[in-house]
């Protein structure tokens, strides 16, 4: 998601999903982790803490309490699209978010990185509002089922990005509009891990899952799987400790090219969850 970086790199990996509850082994003895704990519900069973259950989409209350609109810092970014709340939609009955971009006009252009970018579109993000932060000792999993186009000019993404500062950032999945999907982790804006595969079947749902765990008090070993299997392995250096957003957003055009589609492109998120565990 950052510009520099998925301009200039792409290699081929990516995440999957299997119950993440069933994925993770914990003894009952051990401690929860302490940075994720603000909106977590402890499991004693499994020494597991839920920081955003997989039903966060299965009634508006739910969602409200895990998730807001937009982006964390406001409706632009790197792309043309302009989030706007009436974009994410929720299916509550099928516990899915559905973000539509909608082409614009007569849209004031935004400000990036020291460029104008044109608006052609609106669109929608919404993000967790727990931060994400892989503490000393501990694994966080973050999984989802995903439905996401590789149009040219589509730019869906599930991803992480540092609260202070940057990096940390993950892309634990991003689809830049070229028929792949990618799989990133960013030391700074020029040493990145990028991973590129072919996307199967875009109109399906895919589970991506993402297990980041601490390795050393210092660097987070991010495992990527797609559809259960494992992708690719990335180290991200000095992670540990670094609070991050959760982001899911239907960019436009940016790095997946222009012009965009002319007709509306949706992106739907489904049972995506987030649990943090003692490594
Ligand atoms: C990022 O830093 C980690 C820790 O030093 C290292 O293992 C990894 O290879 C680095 N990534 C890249 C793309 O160089």
Not at 7 to 14: F, K, P
């Amino acid at each position: 998601m950052h510009a520099t970086v998925t301009a200039v790199v792409s290699v081929l990996l990516a995440c999957h999903g299997s119950s993440t509850a069933a994925a993770v082994a914990a003894t009952p003895a051990q401690p929860l982790p302490a940075g994720n704990a603000a909106a977590a519900v402890a499991d004693a069973a499994t020494a597991t803490t839920t920081i955003i259950p997989a039903s966060s989409f299965g009634t508006q209350a739910a969602f409200d309490a895990a998730w807001d609109y937009n982006y964390p810092w406001g409706t632009d970014h790197n792309g043309g699209a302009r989030m706007d709340k009436s974009q994410s939609v929720l299916d509550t009955e099928a516990n899915t978010l559905t973000i539509t971009a909608t082409p614009a006009t007569g849209q004031k252009p935004t400000k990036h990185g020291g460029k104008t970018i044109a608006i052609h579109y609106l669109s929608g993000a919404v993000h967790a509002r727990e931060h994400i932060t892989v503490d000393r000792g501990t694994t966080v999993e973050l999984a989802g089922d995903f439905r996401a186009t590789v149009t040219k000019g589509t730019w869906p993404a599930f991803w992480l990005t540092a609260v202070d500062g940057w990096p940390p950032e993950v892309d634990m999945a991003e689809w830049k509009g070229s028929g792949k999907i990618s799989f990133n982790t960013f030391n700074t804006s020029s040493q990145v891990a990028a991973h590129d595969v072919a996307y199967p079947s875009p109109g399906d749902f895919h589970t991506i899952r993402c297990v980041m765990r601490d390795e050393d008090g210092k660097d987070v070993n991010v495992q990527f799987y797609m559809d259960g299997k494992l992708v690719t392995t990335q180290v991200g250096k000095g992670f540990t400790g670094k609070a991050m957003y959760l982001i899911i957003n239907l960019q436009m055009e940016g790095s997946s090219g222009s012009p965009g589609p002319k007709t509306d492109t949706e992106y739907a998120a489904r049972g995506v969850s987030i649990i943090a565990y003692k490594s």
